[in-house]
């Protein structure tokens, strides 16, 4: 009954009641939970080594414009056999196409920061010549045949070509080298040839005088490759002097007016000199 009246009398004047039994104990599985320390999850392997790989900077593309030089000679021959007087007469023609000139104008992409592919244009001339000797059947005799020889100037031989390359290229200080090969081809390959001469002849028709020796220009194209190295060194930020060494090949048959075709080696080693733009 004393208790009953304290308890009344702590209500009356607001005090808390007394607990009436021992407290809940926190259950164990959650006091586990507390103490227990945060979980770290451990990073990707793949993300850290790409957040770690330097990205590639500067600029990808170059741009490169080239004035080229072709040493060495082209030489082709020709044979023609032609009928006249119930006879068979022939042509045997040898053109010279002397060192060439030309230009080069190409695109370069790094895919990395040593490889890259390239593609560029080149052109070329040569200044040719050709020596010929021809027989013509002699209209009153049988094998009889009249002789004439000369040499003609003024030939010319051209070609264009696409050159697509796996480009290895390293940067030492002021100093880029580059590796490069690939395909080639040859869009046009042109090249003067002689036909039979023109000449006049009167009794008794031992000789013949040539009057002129008419020239065709046969072309073709023709697939091959090329290889080569290159050498820059820094004049500006983005801008190069160039030189480049190039080897290309491709053989290909142009076909005659009349019958009958010439064999041509088109490309050859291009010394190149110019600018490399970067941007």
Do not use: C, W
């Amino acid at each position: 009954m004393r208790l009953l009246q304290t308890t009344i009398a702590l209500v009356l004047i607001g005090a808390p009641p007394l607990p009436a039994g021992p407290a809940t104990a926190e259950p164990a599985t959650a006091q586990a939970a507390a103490r227990a320390p945060e979980k770290k999850t451990a990073p990707d392997k793949k993300t850290a080594a790409a957040k770690a790989k330097p990205k590639m900077t500067g600029p990808r593309f170059t741009l490169v414009l080239l004035g080229a030089f072709t040493p060495g000679s082209l030489d082709t021959s020709v044979f023609r056999s032609f009928e006249e007087f119930t006879e068979t007469g022939s042509l045997q023609a040898d053109h010279s196409f002397d060192s060439g000139i030309g230009g080069e104008i190409g695109l370069q992409y790094l895919l990395k920061k040593s490889l890259g592919l390239a593609a560029s244009f080149s052109f070329l001339s040569r200044d040719g010549s050709a020596t010929y000797e021809a027989e013509f059947p002699h209209p009153l005799l049988l094998d009889t045949p009249r002789e004439a020889s000369g040499t003609i100037d003024g030939l010319s031989y051209k070609e264009t070509a696409i050159h697509v390359d796996v480009v290895y290229t390293e940067t030492k200080g002021a100093f880029t080298y580059a590796l490069f090969a690939g395909p080639t081809f040859f869009l046009s390959v042109e090249a003067d040839a002689l036909k039979v001469p023109q000449y006049s002849h009167t009794y008794p028709y031992d000789t013949v005088t040539v009057i002129s020796v008419p020239v065709e220009s046969p072309s073709g194209s023709a697939f091959g490759f090329n290889l080569g190295g290159e050498l820059g060194y820094r004049l500006a930020k983005q801008v190069d002097a160039g030189l480049r060494v190039r080897f290309s090949r491709a053989t290909t048959d142009l076909d005659l007016a009349g019958g009958g075709s010439v064999e041509v080696s088109a490309g050859g080693f291009a010394i190149g000199v110019g600018v490399r733009i970067r941007f």
